[in-house]
């Protein structure tokens, strides 16, 4: 089985800025078309970015176009969400999945998930 696990998230002010890592293991990383999506209480799971099998294709949701980058490496079975000015809307756990198709998904219809990590963006 896949396993994906999130780190970086945490505290920041409105206008900073993280990064994300999710590092996969169980799997053939470079197989794998990955994503990043986000879910707030009381809210549906929304998408943020996705990625092709290398990095070459990359797909943002319309809320963080402009803001968000998404990036991997291969190398190190890992995929990164690079968050610039952010906003106290960005709040959210932040999930990292990954897809067996070989093809970038805008929806929730990924193969694994990992645990999430949480983001607070203060105003």
């Known amino acids: 089985q896949v396993q994906l696990v999130e780190s970086g998230g945490g505290l920041v002010q409105a206008g900073g800025s993280l990064r994300l890592s999710c590092a996969a293991s169980?799997?053939?990383?470079?197989?794998?078309?990955m994503g990043w999506f986000r879910q707030t209480p009381g809210k549906e799971r929304e998408f943020v970015a996705a990625?092709?099998?290398?990095?070459?294709?990359?797909v943002y949701g319309d809320s963080v176009n402009g803001r968000f980058t998404i990036f991997r490496d291969n190398a190190k079975n890992t995929v990164y969400l690079q968050m610039n000015s952010l906003k106290p809307e960005d709040t959210a756990v932040y999930y990292c999945?990954?897809?067996?198709?070989?093809?970038?998904?805008?929806?929730?219809?990924?193969?694994?998930w990992g645990q999430g990590t949480q983001v607070t963006v203060s105003s």
């Open positions: 999945a990954a897809s067996l198709l070989p093809r970038v998904i805008t929806t929730t219809s990924y193969d694994y």
């Open positions: 169980g799997g053939t990383f470079s197989t794998y078309s």
């Open positions: 990625i092709s099998v290398r990095g070459l294709t990359t």
